[in-house]
């Protein structure tokens, strides 16, 4: 446990002047002071459940053992989950202890759950790394999942190498412009591809599956595709396959509906719809254009009924990539 310790004090102490993210507020969250995330010293956590709502290599037949934090380092106006990631007066109720957080991962694993998820983990980095380090001296032995908005700091993301196993990434846009209009953030996509330079150098582009075809390790870009094009789907391909590589994973997500801001704000009507098949089928097609052919679609009909405001978990209608070509 020592290198592993030594990576979670190294992480801690970012925390002093806080650089976790790009925003780099310089708060001191040790002391308790609120970062620019509105987020302290403890971590927040709005839920964790067996969630069937992932991929199939990381839902299986027994759920992705995942764990919601709250608040967000991001703002974005379409946010589907706004109610625990906008909302920090209230998310304040749910400040947990390391230690109780341990105890969630090993509630998960005894459940039967394939692997630990951390949905929304940037801001609570060093959190999340003392909390497996107590759970691993307890007995935890699932892969860690890194469910992140891909606004990640490199330095954090270096002492995340070998504490993560599988990172999944949310690709949201092709330009900074995109970013800060709709999620409130400087020079989105710089940091973004900066990030998942990282990622993969740590993962490389081969995804490694257990006999039971459950993935232990690797990289899966996920890309919402936007109405009217906003999030640059052809141009994030094109940047993963000359930048990345072309065997690089993707998960194609067709569940945009509009919420939060996006349905009522008329600053950003071109969010205030769902994407029209047309817009998908254009998305699905560079697929095969750009030869990229390992990972995972969702189906348009199936997401648009599966994605609405009181979903419950259900089989997520995620394709393999292959099948569609």
């Given at each position: 446990?020592?290198?592993?310790?030594?990576?979670?004090?190294?992480?801690?102490?970012?925390?002093?002047?806080?650089?976790?993210?790009?925003?780099?507020?310089g708060?001191?969250?040790?002391?308790?002071e609120?970062?620019?995330?509105?987020?302290?010293?403890?971590?927040?956590v709005?839920?964790?459940t067996?969630?069937?709502g992932?991929?199939?290599?990381?839902?299986?037949?027994?759920?992705?053992?995942?764990?919601?934090?709250?608040?967000?380092?991001?703002?974005?106006?379409?946010?589907?989950?706004?109610q625990?990631?906008?909302?920090?007066?209230?998310?304040?109720?749910?400040?947990?202890?390391?230690?109780?957080?341990?105890?969630?991962?090993?509630?998960?694993?005894?459940?039967?759950?394939?692997?630990?998820?951390?949905?929304?983990?940037?801001?609570?980095?060093?959190?999340?790394?003392?909390?497996?380090?107590?759970?691993?001296?307890?007995?935890?032995?699932?892969?860690?999942?890194?469910?992140?908005?891909?606004?990640?700091s490199?330095?954090?993301?270096?002492?995340?190498?070998?504490?993560?196993?599988?990172?999944?990434?949310d690709?949201?846009y092709?330009?900074?412009?995109?970013?800060?209009?709709?999620?409130?953030?400087r020079d989105?996509?710089?940091?973004?591809?900066?990030a998942?330079?990282?990622m993969?150098?740590?993962t490389?582009d081969e995804?490694?599956?257990?006999?039971?075809?459950l993935?232990?390790?690797?990289?899966?870009?996920?890309?919402?595709?936007?109405?009217?094009?906003?999030?640059?789907?052809?141009?994030?391909?094109?940047?993963?396959?000359n930048?990345?590589?072309?065997?690089?994973?993707?998960?194609?997500?067709?569940?945009?509906?509009?919420?939060?801001?996006?349905?009522?704000?008329?600053?950003?009507?071109?969010?205030?719809?769902?994407?029209?098949?047309?817009?998908?089928?254009?998305?699905?097609?560079?697929?095969?254009?750009?030869?990229l052919?390992?990972?995972?679609?969702?189906?348009?009909?199936?997401?648009?009924?599966?994605?609405?405001?009181?979903?419950?978990?259900?089989?997520?209608?995620?394709?393999?990539?292959?099948?569609?070509?």
């Open positions: 446990m020592g290198e592993l310790e030594n990576r979670v004090e190294q992480l801690e102490k970012l925390l002093e002047r806080c650089t976790i993210c790009p925003k780099d507020c708060n001191n969250r040790l002391n308790d609120i970062a620019a995330c509105y987020s302290g010293r403890l971590p927040i709005s839920s964790y067996a969630h069937f992932e991929e199939p290599c990381l839902s299986g037949s027994k759920g992705a053992g995942n764990i919601f934090f709250g608040n967000c380092n991001l703002r974005c106006v379409y946010c589907q989950n706004y625990i990631s906008q909302t920090w007066k209230q998310q304040k109720r749910n400040e947990v202890t390391h230690e109780r957080l341990a105890e969630m991962m090993l509630e998960l694993q005894e459940r039967g759950c394939h692997n630990i998820g951390f949905v929304s983990p940037t801001h609570f980095a060093p959190q999340m790394a003392r909390a497996i380090l107590i759970a691993a001296e307890k007995g935890l032995r699932l892969p860690i999942v890194y469910n992140t908005n891909a606004y990640d490199v330095e954090v993301l270096r002492l995340l190498d070998g504490i993560v196993d599988i990172y999944l990434p690709l949201k092709a330009e900074n412009e995109a970013g800060f209009q709709y999620s409130k953030v989105y996509t710089t940091h973004a591809q900066a998942m330079k990282e993969f150098r740590q490389g995804l490694v599956f257990d006999e039971s075809g993935l232990k390790k690797g990289l899966v870009v996920r890309l919402l595709v936007l109405p009217n094009d906003l999030a640059g789907i052809e141009e994030n391909l094109r940047w993963i396959k930048e990345l590589s072309p065997k690089v994973a993707i998960s194609l997500m067709s569940q945009y509906y509009a919420t939060n801001k996006a349905a009522t704000d008329e600053r950003y009507i071109l969010l205030s719809r769902r994407i029209s098949e047309r817009e998908w089928l254009n998305a699905v097609s560079l697929l095969e254009e750009l030869s052919e390992q990972g995972f679609m969702q189906e348009y009909e199936s997401a648009s009924l599966y994605y609405r405001p009181d979903f419950t978990d259900a089989d997520k209608p995620f394709k393999d990539i292959r099948d569609f070509q």
